[in-house]
């Protein structure tokens, strides 16, 4: 867990977000993202990007637990469906469906601070060929 808050840490646009590590397992990982008024749309809720932000870290962590640190590992895809508005606190787990050689695919659920499911996103990543 040490490793995976390292990347987080080094990463200035996660540093913006302020995303945080809440756990990691094989093939899964969760973050939690603080809400703050910059983040809010007209409506008084979250951005959209905001819960899509927190599902793609999940995920490229979650796949991290399985391959080690591999940051050139890139979303090439992602539908996100949004459930329901939040004015919280937003925490996403990834999981890892399939790791392949060069494509990794995988599911992320956003939860609001209440444990509400806010958001489902399916994600697709691109490995980097070593």
Known sequence: MDQAGDVLRQ???IGWWGIELVELGAGTAAVRLPFRPQLV??????????YEVVADVALWLAIMTLTGEERMAVTIEMKTSFLRGSTSDITS????TKL???IVFGTADTFDA???LVAQSTLSYVRALS
Not at 41 to 50: A, E, F, K, T
Not at 93 to 96: L, M
């Open 11 to 13: 990463s200035a646009f």
């Open 93 to 96: 787990r990834g999981t890892v």
């Open 41 to 50: 749309r007209p409506g008084g809720v979250l951005h959209g990007s905001s």
């Open 114 to 116: 209440a444990g509400s």
């Open 100 to 102: 392949g050689r060069r």
